[in-house]
């Protein structure tokens, strides 16, 4: 059973055209991640929130945003895609934050991929 | 500077021979390691975490090892399938407390080949 879910698996936009990518977790996690991956590279962290509190990452674009309206739900948000932007995009979920010696696994979901026209 | 460096950057073998992967990490202080195994297309699935006393793990046919002295650690799968084929990424968290920040190697890409 699916427990982080994404939609769409796939996006296209044009170039400049505001885009919102969707997830959604079904294991009640308090932190949920945005992660940017580009072909053969590492995923690259965007940003996080645990439960509301919101946290962008130094380098993050502010062409990024993000919105949390729920456990459930998180929304990121590309407000002027360029051709850069184009790249496979994942959610992520675990159960907290993590303490010393924490071992919560990360839960990644299927991931969206962009392209950008 | 914290990295994780993965070698090989990718590995064909047959069905049923065994390999090992290779991680290598400069990351401070040190919390925990992971191995994920990624399928094209899709996100990461994770297949072991070990924390710093922990030297090896394994989930079925996938075996990792960790040395904390001189920051390595090892992935070996055993009796490979097909279905193995797929980007294998070493990932270590950093951290003592608060927020881990996660940091991911480039993967080493397997396909395992009939």
């Known amino acids: 059973d699916a427990m982080v879910i994404q939609n769409p698996r796939y996006q296209v936009t044009q170039f400049g055209k505001p885009v919102t990518l969707s997830c959604s977790q079904t294991?009640?996690?308090?932190?949920m991640y945005w992660y940017q991956q580009k072909s053969s590279q590492a995923p690259k962290l965007l940003f996080h929130?645990?439960?509301?509190?919101?946290?962008n990452e130094a380098d993050t674009p502010d062409n990024f945003q993000s919105r949390r309206p729920n456990t459930s739900f998180c929304f990121l948000d590309i407000r002027s895609p360029g051709l850069g932007d184009a790249a496979m995009y994942l959610c992520?979920?675990?159960?907290?934050?993590?303490?010393?010696?924490?071992?919560?696994?990360?839960?990644f979901g299927p991931g969206t991929r962009l392209t950008v026209l | 500077k914290n990295q994780v460096e993965q070698s090989p950057q990718s590995l064909i073998i047959l069905e049923g021979k065994n390999c090992t992967l290779q991680?290598?990490?400069?990351?401070?202080?040190?919390?925990?390691l992971r191995w994920y195994k990624q399928d094209t297309g899709r996100g990461p699935v994770s297949l072991t975490i070990?924390?710093?006393?922990?030297n090896t793990k394994s989930n079925g046919r996938y075996t990792a090892t960790l040395d904390a002295d001189t920051k390595q650690s090892s992935l070996h799968i055993t009796a490979s399938q097909l279905s193995d084929s797929a980007s294998y990424i070493c990932?270590?968290?950093?951290?003592?407390?608060?927020?881990?920040?996660?940091?991911f190697g480039t993967g080493t890409r397997l396909l395992v080949s009939p």
């Open positions: 991680c290598n990490y400069t990351v401070s202080p040190f919390s925990n």
């Open positions: 294991l009640n996690h308090n932190v």
């Open positions: 070990m924390t710093f006393s922990e």
């Open positions: 990932v270590v968290s950093a951290g003592n407390t608060g927020f881990q920040k996660l940091v």
């Open positions: 992520a979920t675990s159960r907290a934050l993590a303490a010393p010696k924490n071992t919560d696994t990360q839960y």
């Open positions: 929130y645990y439960d509301k509190d919101f946290n």
